[in-house]
């Protein structure tokens, strides 16, 4: 069982500030990593790897007690050979060594570990994945799924503890996400320490018992699916409405307590709604058209865009 330790952790490239001031504790199970294109999400999980050091504060890795039950300290990531025996890693990048075949590219990683047997190791990392039937293909070969299973394969050939990846059901079809997501859930049963990262709530909602969500470099939220969804569902929401008669129902939505504020668009022809409690106003909104006798003619969310919900869950 092993925990990662993010401590008040930054990551700058001149003047972009990629990662700013993040903690949070990565334990053992399945924990999804969300949050929109450019949040971030890439660099936290380089820095959880190894591959980048951050340029504040820490990441540490903190191996379950041994044998005899003394607990074992925490110690950095960056530069720690020792921690690279732990950790597996599946970046998102497309770049592979694509004259080699599936086979070569897991070998060649079983072998940098330093493995007692690395065929046996390879063969093992690769039966995982269900790529045996297309190992000695070149990689050149190969589908995105594909090379996303033996990235995969790769990373796992030294049973690390902790498994990251970086979108890893980026272009793999229903059934390979499937597959991965039941591979996924079955290492974190097992008790290691998994993350994926992905910009969608649904995916993660899938698979993780546990959720992060970073926007624009900072840590918004944590928690079950169950708390990020009501996170996400009690935010304020917009509409934009067309009736029959708009003057109207605009006077009877804004004598209830879930419309918070109303706007008639001259030019749309329409109301601009802002709703503080999502399930009570859409109860109200056809019932009071019903009692007045209006017709409604669209009723649309005017904010649904992801970047606008994650953003609100940074405001919180
Ligand atoms: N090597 C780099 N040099 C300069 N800027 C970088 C570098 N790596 C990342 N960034 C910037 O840091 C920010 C966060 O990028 P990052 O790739 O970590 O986000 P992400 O959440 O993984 O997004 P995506 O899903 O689009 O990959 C972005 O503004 C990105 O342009």
């Known amino acids: 069982m092993t925990t990662i330790h993010i401590d008040r952790v930054s990551r700058w490239f001149g003047n972009v500030v990629a990662v700013n001031d993040i903690t949070m504790d990565i334990g053992p199970g399945v924990t999804g990593l969300l949050g929109p294109n450019g949040a971030g999400k890439s660099t936290l999980i380089h820095m ?48 592979m060594y ?10 060649a990683n079983a072998e940098l570990h330093g493995l007692p047997d690395p065929r046996a190791a390879a063969a093992e990392a690769l039966a995982t994945v269900e ?10 070969t190969y589908s ?16 690390p503890s902790v498994l990251l990846l970086d979108e890893p059901f980026n272009g793999m079809d229903p059934r390979q996400r ?30 993780a018992s546990h959720i992060e969500v970073i926007v624009a470099g900072r840590h ?52 601009r709604i802002q709703a503080v409690d999502f399930t009570r106003f859409t109860t109200l909104l056809p019932r009071l058209a019903r009692e007045h006798g209006i017709r409604l003619y669209t009723v649309s969310p005017s904010d649904e865009s992801l970047e606008s919900v994650f953003s609100y869950l940074v405001a919180a």
């Open 144 to 159: 995105k799924g594909m090379r996303q299973r033996v990235k995969m394969a790769s990373a796992l050939v030294h049973h």
């Open 178 to 207: 499937m597959h991965l997501m039941e591979l996924l859930r079955k290492m974190g049963d097992e008790g290691r320490t998994v993350l994926f990262s992905s910009h969608i709530l649904e995916e993660v909602e899938q698979l």
């Open 98 to 107: 694509d004259f080699l075949t599936g086979h070569e590219f897991v070998l």
């Open 220 to 271: 918004a939220a944590s928690g079950d699916f169950r708390k990020i969804r009501r996170l996400m569902t009690d935010r304020p929401h917009r509409y934009l409405v067309r009736s029959s008669d708009d003057r109207r129902l605009a006077a009877a939505l804004i004598a209830d307590a879930s419309t918070a504020g109303i706007e008639v668009d001259q030019a749309e022809g329409a109301l």
């Open 48 to 95: 959880m790897g190894g591959f980048l050091a951050p340029s504040n504060g820490s990441v540490t890795l903190e191996p379950s007690p041994g044998p005899d039950g003394r607990p074992v300290t925490a110690a950095p990531i960056w530069r720690n050979e020792d921690s690279y025996r732990h950790i597996g890693l599946v970046p998102e990048r497309e770049g």
């Open 131 to 140: 790529m045996e039937y297309a190992q000695d293909r070149r990689i050149s």
